[in-house]
């Protein structure tokens, strides 16, 4: 499995580093889209651990 793993990083590492160089930066609004529903689903979860 340590082989497995060590042909995945080889094959998809330099994959990986050529999608970040070519990706769009995210804007202000993007993050917001990100962290919004991220609050949400932590209030949630707070809420379910404050329920038992």
């Known amino acids: 499995s340590a082989l497995a793993l060590g042909m995945f990083l080889i094959i ?3 994959k990986a580093l050529e999608m970040m160089k070519n990706s769009p930066k995210a804007t202000s609004s993007d993050w917001k889209a990100f962290i919004v ?9 707070m809420l379910l651990i404050k329920l038992v």
């Open 37 to 45: 529903p991220m609050i949400g689903i932590a209030l949630f979860i």
């Open 12 to 14: 998809l590492f330099p």
